[in-house]
Nanobody, 125 residues
Framework: QVQLVESGGDSVQAGGSLRLSCAAS????????LGWFRQAPGKAREGVATVDSGSSTNYADSVKGRFTISKDNAKNTLYLQMNSLKPEDTAMYYC???????????????????WGRGTQVTVSS
């Protein structure tokens, strides 16, 4: 099994930046489809960004130009750099992993098998 642990969530002002990390253990993530998702209270889960084994990325329209997903295979860690944060970015953020083929489809709506427990991001206006 793959264990995922998020960190880096915080409370920031609008326009600020945060970098989220997702540390994996149990298996190497280098050949997985990886993603960040978020969910605010009373809202549906939203796919934010994904990256595949070849480092090809996919972003939700709402975060394009502001967020960057990346990974460090040597550290077995996934990252989400978030810039120009807006109050509507406030949510619990989760990292997730899935078989590589998921990234060949609409990965932001993919059925990811492994999930972390989340890290809270709060953006104040």
């Amino acid at each position: 099994q793959v264990q995922l642990v998020e960190s880096g969530g915080d409370s920031v002002q609008a326009g600020g930046s945060l970098r989220l990390s997702c540390a994996a253990s149990g298996k190497s993530l280098k050949n997985y489809c990886l993603g960040w998702f978020r969910q605010a209270p009373g809202k549906a889960r939203e796919g934010v960004a994904t990256v595949d084994s070849g480092s090809s990325t996919n972003y939700a329209d709402s975060v394009k130009g502001r967020f960057t997903i990346s990974k460090d295979n040597a550290k077995n860690t996934l990252y989400l750099q978030m810039n120009s944060l807006k109050p509507e970015d406030t949510a619990m953020y989760y990292c997730a992993a899935a078989p590589q083929w998921v990234c060949l489809l609409d990965s932001l709506k993919g059925d990811f098998a492994y999930w972390g427990r989340g890290t809270q991001v709060t953006v104040s206006s």
